[in-house]
T-cell receptor, first 112, second 108 residues
Framework: GAGVSQSPSNKVTEKGKDVELRCDPI?????LYWYRQSLGQGLEFLIY????????KSGLPSDRFSAERTGGSVSTLTIQRTQQEDSAVYLC??????????FGPGTRLTVT | GQNIDQPTEMTATEGAIVQINCTYQ??????LFWYQQHAGEAPTFLSY????GLEEKGRFSSFLSRSKGYSYLLLKELQMKDSASYLC?????????FGAGTTVTVRA
């Protein structure tokens, strides 16, 4: 079946602009995660959604970052007033409960 | 807090064996994942250890010692396509903490 998809694959934006990144998880997966990976760094946990439970937002680096998951499926990560340090690859993953996570191809964000 | 330590780089010859060690200190622990990540691509799942001991899956094996906070990934019969970054990720319930990864370069 289809894997996790993300859009756009690349996004270049000017400092101060808002961006929205989209994630379509694997159908039927109840859990959805957002991570950030800066060049040469490990994956940094941002936020976790599980079913209808309140999301774990403990990894969001600032209040400029927010995420929603509508209808238990598609998720959008929004970054307001982007800064150059926000430049990274943003990865979405989904899983069926606490099993292995399947990652999307990521969105490469460049803030100029 | 989370502290995950794995070597930055390793180089090995095609057909050889390489062992990637990972030590971790985490607040809460359920199990440990290993992921493979080729340059410019998303991580892909390799293995998951919950209990102490060795899990073998083809050319790849993973070992866990919960009491020592230690795991290793063993890659046998190395192939050129195994050149990638290997990520150690202990998990506390649903939350994975990723190490910076070990870049393995396989030479002919």
């Amino acid at each position: 079946g289809a894997g996790v998809s993300q859009s756009p694959s690349n996004k270049v934006t000017e400092k101060g602009k808002d961006v929205e990144l989209r994630c379509d998880p694997i159908s039927g997966h109840t859990a959805l995660y957002w991570y950030r990976q800066s060049l040469g760094q490990g994956l940094e946990f941002l936020i976790y959604f599980q079913g209808n439970s309140a999301p774990d937002k403990s990894g969001l680096p600032s209040d400029r970052f927010s995420a929603e998951r509508t209808g238990g499926s598609v998720s959008t990560l929004t970054i307001q007033r982007t800064q150059q340090e926000d430049s990274a690859v943003y990865l979405c993953a989904s899983s069926n409960g606490r099993r292995e996570q399947y990652f999307g191809p990521g969105t490469r964000l460049t803030v100029t | 807090g989370q502290n995950i330590d794995q070597p930055t780089e390793m180089t090995a010859t095609e057909g050889a064996i390489v062992q990637i060690n990972c030590t971790y200190q985490t607040s809460g622990f359920n199990g440990l994942f290993w992921y493979q990540q080729h340059a410019g691509e998303a991580p892909t799942f390799l293995s998951y250890n919950v209990l102490d001991g060795l899990e073998e899956k083809g050319r790849f094996s993973s070992f866990l010692s919960r009491s020592k906070g230690y795991s290793y990934l063993l890659l046998k019969e190395l192939q050129m396509k195994d050149s990638a970054s290997y990520l150690c990720a202990p998990t506390n319930d649903y939350k994975l903490s990723f190490g910076a990864g070990t870049t393995v370069t396989v030479r002919a």
